[in-house]
């Protein structure tokens, strides 16, 4: 194997494979200096084909709205230890304003709503995505959870919705640094 070369494995293979770029398992820089290629150019096809990859593993279309949210893929990649280590109260990008949550939140509830039904089977705490959700948040009952997740827009509670916004955020980002773990282990 030559001395210069990057390692690549499942999506990334198989997208160069279909391109028709590689054969192997690796590519050299002769080979990203063949296709007319940066090192940057070819960080950010990985940087996409991770993307993809994760997206189709995990809740698609709330995986893709938060990362839109987050301004794109390598701010979000940046910021996903700092969302699980500290919390999305903590401030990130579009998460911020009651204004930014609401929003995401009536724009992605469903997505956030078949999120809690799956995490409430998981987990088997509470067998309804209502009972979930009141886990999650302090201070709100259950009519207000009921009203932000099943009601018309003009019925739900903004506190309710600004939680549920976050808890995607850090579900998202969560299930990113799991991916990327078993990615770095494989």
């Excluded at 997206?55 to 910021?79: D, K, P, R, W, Y």
């Excluded at 998460?95 to 949550?101: E, G, K, Q, S």
Aim: aromatic share 16%; net charge negative; charged share 20%.
């Amino acid at each position: 194997m030559p001395a210069e070369y990057f390692e690549t494995g499942g999506i990334i293979t198989n997208m160069l494979r279909a391109a028709g770029y590689i054969e192997s398992g690796y590519v050299t820089i002769r080979d990203l200096n063949a296709w007319g290629w940066t090192f940057g150019k070819f960080s950010e096809f990985i940087q996409d084909c991770l993307l993809k990859q994760f997206t189709m593993e995990f809740h698609t279309e709330l995986s893709e709205a938060v990362i839109t949210q987050m301004h794109g893929f390598n701010f979000f990649a940046e910021c996903a230890e700092d969302i699980v280590k500290y919390g999305a109260s903590s401030g990130f990008y579009g998460f911020i304003y009651y204004l930014d949550t609401v929003d995401f939140y009536k724009k992605n509830r469903s997505s956030i709503l078949n999120l809690l039904k799956e995490q409430a089977q998981e987990t088997g705490l509470m067998s309804t995505a209502i009972g979930f959700a009141k886990s999650l948040i302090d201070g709100v009952d259950y009519d207000d959870i009921a009203a932000t997740l099943y009601g018309t827009d003009d019925q739900f509670d903004t506190w309710t919705a600004n939680s549920l916004a976050w808890h995607a955020l850090e579900s998202v980002a969560a299930a990113y640094l799991d991916y990327t773990e078993k990615a770095k282990n494989n």
